[in-house]
């Protein structure tokens, strides 16, 4: 029994009996939950109707939590790695002190800028990655990258150029939704995708467009489904731009005042061979004709481009070629189009937007400052003297999450010093030189960057609703470590701040401010000092949470009038601070920003504050496809495999127990029944799968929602776990185990995951 205070006075309740209010860590929607807790085990789940984004919804994931949260993998003491490779408990001084010295000789035996970080954060944790960059700045590190370099690169390189804004569909509106190499029945990427789907779907006046070589639960509810043949969306999507204009279905008037290039990329299209093209990504004329039409006649059209192109062949010009139809279109800034959006701490920085520098070691366009996650293994691995020696891995997995998972262990075991930090053990902390145990996301306040709508955004700040687990640390309280561990705080006085923090914001702020003029250290580590100081006076559970302080000021500088419209009243840093507040003080999130629609032109940061149409190396690439390959298998690999696709009991690698899946539990690959019958693999049978970049066993699932010629396997599979804590097992395949680095984007370096040339081989059982 727990005595809860409310304004009648207080009263005992039973405390399996209370819901606490939180979020679902397992995909971007991060939806909003209430669940029951019977001690550290998570009860009950449901969906919180008071979310200010999901309102209630969730899918059958959200539902089974308690997987992530309580399981025999938990880290709950730092680990060293010492000489015949196994581990040794030591305390957290000491692995902070060690790991302390190590960084700064590793900086000193090969100069400041070799040592790498890794990761940040996932699909619930951004509060992290926050942090870590007091620890970067304390330890001169420079390098970085995340997942983001792995799928979301080319399209930042587009939007950089063409928008100088990260963008995202009004789907709750629009009259068209079109979706590009993307499955939102499982995948979700926006709030409350299946009620949002259904809608659409069941109103004849809306259409669902959907890209995709495979029959989809997205396809099945669309009016049009696109069958494209695999890899080949760059024709596709020139033939659609190119019939627009034939059709004479741009919106003239709506170009001459907001884009610029369209005469340019008009020329550029009218080179396309329409039919030639349909006929390469197996499209019929008729169908891209029609397709076109619903386009251009409708009042708005959004599109969501994800890993089906991003993960495939010409992904940076599909990137540019349908925003090209968007744009052609007058499909930016209106209900229903594509839109830009506030943030609280943005993913992407656009700053260098097509003048990006390239990295030393393997010479790849470093994208918003993220170094290709192709090429980090090869850097660390090379001979070149600027390679990196040392990696800092936080909130990640790339042992198994990027593309050849052996080439990934080889480029650890090379660095000289490898930190990871994660709740679990991992296939990346089994290569680690020191593990460092996280409390998990429950057991502290959290929050992602993710949202991304228009013209109201909205942001959820999570409460812990369960102490730390004993022995881990959270990540605002290991990098608070880290950094002083250092040295650069050591003339900071945190007392003060402290004090001041105890006055209330406003006087927090004024000392902040004031603290910050005379000692620059206090901004360098600023979210280290939020922590220690502000975060000292917040509600426990919240204390992470001080670094959106600075993010709030930033906001209120960047957007007054719309955090005003949202309801947050206030001037300069008071505003900030009454943004900070309402964030801390709901468990439902906020709205923080709203707009109007035509501002949607003041987020335009090209050099006329237009749409740009002209990419010149979009333009090149457009006019090279004719001498493109429409197919990249050959006679010793005839399959494209389609290496992670998103399931209903899929969440990239963030649940490690396989017995929270209701149903494929092995992770199927699927095959269409002509080709299974060909090879003599049954439904249910094993198969072989073997690629330039290895092989793996994996058992069949024969249907035809898969295109002859391709086959698919799910992501997040194949992960080791001991149901007992005793010896591990790994169930099904993981996908990276069959990839190659090389096998990747020309310009932005993003991996070929959805099209792995691969041969085939029925197992005897
Ligand atoms: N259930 C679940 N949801 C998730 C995740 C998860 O692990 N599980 N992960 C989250 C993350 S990190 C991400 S990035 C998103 C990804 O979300 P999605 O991109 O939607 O996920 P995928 O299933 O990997 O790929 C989407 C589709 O691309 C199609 N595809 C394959 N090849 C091609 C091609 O050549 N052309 C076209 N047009 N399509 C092709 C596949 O058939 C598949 O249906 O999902 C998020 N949501
Ligand atoms: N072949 C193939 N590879 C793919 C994909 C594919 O489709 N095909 N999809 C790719 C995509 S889109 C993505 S986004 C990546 C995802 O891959 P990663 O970026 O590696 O992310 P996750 O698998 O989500 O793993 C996150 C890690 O964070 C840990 N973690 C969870 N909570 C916390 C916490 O609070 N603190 C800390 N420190 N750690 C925590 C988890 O235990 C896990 O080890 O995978 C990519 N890899
Ligand atoms: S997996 Fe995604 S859509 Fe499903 S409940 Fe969790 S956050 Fe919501
Ligand atoms: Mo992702």
Redesign the pocket.
Known sequence: MVILENSQGSEEVDATKIWHKTAC?LCSANCGLEVRLNSRDITRVRGNKAHVASAGYTCEKGLRINH?QNNT?RLTSPLKRIDDGSYLEVDWDTAIAEISTSLKQINEKYGAGKIFYY?GG????HL?GAHSTATRQAYGITRKS???A??KTGEAWVEGQMFGTHTHGGFHDAEVAIFLGKNPWHSHGFDQARRVLKEIANDDQRSLIVIDPRRTETADLADYWLQVKPGTDAFLLAALAAVLIVENLLDKGWLDSNATGVQETKDALRNVPIEEYAERSGVSLDQLYEVARRIGRAKSVSTYED?GI??GPHSTLISYLHRVVSILTGNYGKPGALGPHTSVAPLFNYSAAGREPTDPVTGGKVISGLVPCNEIADGFLSNHPERSRAMII?????V????ESDKFRAAMRAAELTVV????H?E??EQADWI?P????Y??A?ATFFGANFPANTFHLRQAILEPLEGTLT?PEIHSRLVQASGVLDEVDFEPLRKAAEQGLDTFAEAFMAAAMENPAISAYGAVVLYETLGKSLPPGKEGAAVLWFSCQMAAQKYPDQIRAAGHEGDGPKLGNALFQAIIDSDDGVIFTKHQYEDAFDFLTTPDQKVNLLIPEMHEQLNLLSAAPVKYTSEEYPFVLS????RGFS????V?DPSWRKKDKEGALRIHPNDASDLGIVDGGRVRITTEGGEAVAVAEVNDSVQLGYVSLP??YGLSYSPAGGNSEVVGVA??E??STHWRDAIAGT?W??H?PARLEAVAI
């Not at 996932?122 to 944790?125: K, M, P, R, S």
């Not at 936080?394 to 790339?398: A, C, H, I, K, R």
């Not at 996280?438 to 996301?441: D, M, Y």
């Open positions: 860590v992530y993998s990761g996932g699909q619930g944790n992290g995340n997942a983001l792995q799928e890993l991003e993960m936080e909130s990640g997995n790339p198994h999450s990027l593309a930090i994660d709740v679990v991992t990346t902390t460092l996280a409390s998990s996301q057991e502290k959290e990540e290496a992670g696709e998103r969440a990239n690698t963030i490690r992501n997040g996908p990276n069959l990839t991996p995951h959805k792995v």
